[in-house]
């Protein structure tokens, strides 16, 4: 992946790059922070309640754009999503199968229950 490509640049390069990455990941937890922290304890327990004029609200308070916002609330349905699929076995059914027919082999045995 990214460190690999990393890596294989000289290494003033993947320094630069390095502190690039991180000084961006920085700034977009800030982000999320702000806007976390802009929303009320009812919106953060229901996201289903943020209509635009909320999102409108969150976005000033948070001093960022209503999509910041927007990618948010995705990437949290997105995670949500995602921990309901771990918690229902879903996900290590799915690896079962897959070991099953030879696409993780070796991995098998480690998503048996």
């Keep these: 992946g990214m ?3 990393l890596d ?3 290494s003033q390069i993947a320094q630069q790059a390095s502190k690039a990455n991180l000084g961006m990941a920085d700034k977009q937890m800030k982000h999320m922070q702000g806007i976390i922290d802009s ?3 009812q919106e953060r327990a229901k996201p289903e309640l943020l209509k635009a004029s909320r999102k409108r609200r969150i976005a000033a308070g948070a001093g960022v754009q209503v999509q910041e916002v927007n990618r948010l609330l995705a990437q949290f349905e997105q995670m ?3 921990m309901k699929q771990m918690k229902g076995g879903k ?3 799915m ?5 099953a027919r030879g696409a ?3 991995l098998g045995g480690l998503f048996k229950k």
Excluded: E, F, I, V
Excluded at 95 to 99: I, K, R, T, V, Y
């Design 104 to 106: 993780a082999k070796g």
């Design 8 to 10: 294989k640049l000289p």
């Design 95 to 99: 690896m079962g199968s897959l070991a």
């Design 91 to 93: 996900m290590a059914k």
């Design 39 to 41: 929303m009320t304890p």
């Design 80 to 82: 949500q999503g995602m």
């Design 3 to 5: 460190t690999n490509l």
